[in-house]
């Protein structure tokens, strides 16, 4: 035998000979069972290693100076395009009059007709065949005692009905139909107006906002300030021969991009990041055959951020960046991360000529009188921000000792198992051979 070292004494797995082992077919079964159940066992632990959870965390937001985007889809389907007008304003100062970037007016027929688009190129009441392009080079147009605007194409001049439009917006008067004005009549601006008065209109695209409390409203007429008020041209509107309401669906609306369907699907039955783009407002329609109403919808909007579990750097954008980025594809990181919003609403709605609410048995409620027509959503910042984190359900040191701990706590069990099979065989076999 060699000789012993110093650290026999310490064995503590100490060996038995190879004639002491007895080997029993029931051995053989628990040893087979055992290894399948640590098969089984040991590949719930890869699957549950290789599983991605979301771990929200709400945190104070600390972002300063960020835009965000507001995506909508809104249907009119009483109101033509041309008398549609989206503004956006906030608490900053900052407004956005007859907002054209990045948001198409889509012309629809009449609900009677079915509702569907018409091409965008028909009964254009801004033509370009009829535009000044054909005129006199030195033709400069009359704007009929208001300043020209600076985005006239000859400076000073006003030398389409467009142009005339916007002059007399900048000088806060009321426009109307264009009555005596030479350009508008040139190009049948109060014809073409007609022939679509019973059109209907969706609103559809993004606009980029300020990060602070402010509104958007879709109001009819023209918009301009007049001091601190803000004033639209109402008198084509009022003036129509066609009875219209601001009656609308909201297709969509929200606010920054739509968590991938992909992302969605992986999580669809563990995670509450799926409830995130069930935004409310979606789907939502409003009807009225008053001209004379107004909605309002206040929004609660909380910063939501998503950080894959390929993310490299926190959730959080500068202004830098935010101005710098295509219109739609603010808040997406190239890592995958998502910087989004969800929001909650309350809803309201009421006459412009006052009242209260008997017809609702509601008789002490009453209205204030007077405003302007239209949809205005109302919105406010959160200071909070939610944080939707994907981690590994389980690191790798855990998947190591869940191994241990299925190899171990198996093997234990079977020989527990097996001792209690073979000391009952043989107890079995001592009373059968007694009883011969």
Request: charged share 25%.
């Amino acid at each position: 035998m060699p000789p012993k070292s110093r650290f026999t004494r310490l064995d503590a797995f100490t060996k038995t000979v190879e004639d002491a082992r007895i080997r029993t077919t029931s051995g053989g079964i628990v040893t087979i069972i055992s290894v399948l159940v640590v098969l089984y066992l040991s590949w719930g632990e890869w699957a549950d290693y290789r599983r991605i959870v979301i771990h929200p965390e709400l945190i104070v937001d600390k972002g300063r100076g960020e835009r965000m985007e507001i995506h909508m889809n809104v249907t009119f389907p009483k109101l033509p395009c041309e008398l549609l007008t989206l503004d956006v304003m906030d608490v900053s100062g900052e407004q956005q009059h007859g907002v054209l970037h990045g948001v198409s007016k889509v012309r629809l027929q009449p609900a009677s007709q079915g509702g569907g688009v018409i091409d965008t190129t028909a009964l254009a009441l801004h033509d370009e065949s009829e535009a000044a392009s054909h005129l006199d080079p030195k033709y400069c147009g009359p704007c009929y005692g208001a300043s020209a605007p600076s985005n006239a194409m000859k400076e000073g001049c006003c030398n389409t009905c467009d142009e005339v439009r916007e002059a007399y917006a900048q000088a806060s008067w009321a426009f109307g139909r264009g009555e005596g004005v030479e350009q508008c009549q040139r190009e049948h601006y109060a014809e073409k107006l007609d022939e679509q008065r019973h059109e209907g209109c969706r609103i559809e695209g993004a606009i980029r906002v300020n990060k602070v409390i402010g509104n958007f409203h879709i109001a009819p007429g023209r918009s301009f300030s007049n001091g601190n008020m803000h004033v639209h041209d109402l008198k084509n509107y009022w003036d129509s021969p066609v009875k219209h309401s601001f009656e609308h669906e909201i297709h969509q609306l929200r606010f920054g991009p739509q968590l991938p369907a992909d992302v969605t699907k992986r999580h669809a039955k563990n995670s509450p990041w799926t409830n995130h783009h069930l935004n409310p407002l979606d789907q939502v329609k409003q009807t009225t055959d008053d001209p004379n109403f107004n909605f309002m919808y206040f929004l609660k909007v909380v910063p939501t951020a998503y950080m894959p579990l390929s993310s490299t750097k926190s959730a959080g954008f500068d202004r830098a960046r935010d101005d710098d980025v295509w219109l739609g594809s603010l808040g997406t990181g190239f890592d995958g991360s998502l910087e989004t919003h969800q929001y909650s609403v309350t809803s309201h709605k009421r006459s412009l000529n006052g009242g209260d609410d008997a017809a609702e048995g509601h008789q002490e409620r009453m209205h204030a009188r007077g405003g302007i027509p239209g949809v205005f959503f109302s919105y406010d910042i959160s200071p909070m921000k939610v944080v939707n984190r994907e981690e590994r359900a389980k690191t790798f040191s855990g998947f190591l000792t869940g191994l241990c701990a299925v190899l171990g706590g198996t093997l234990t069990v079977a020989a527990a198992v097996d001792r209690g099979v073979y000391e009952g065989a043989t107890r079995l076999k001592k009373l059968q051979s007694k009883n011969l």
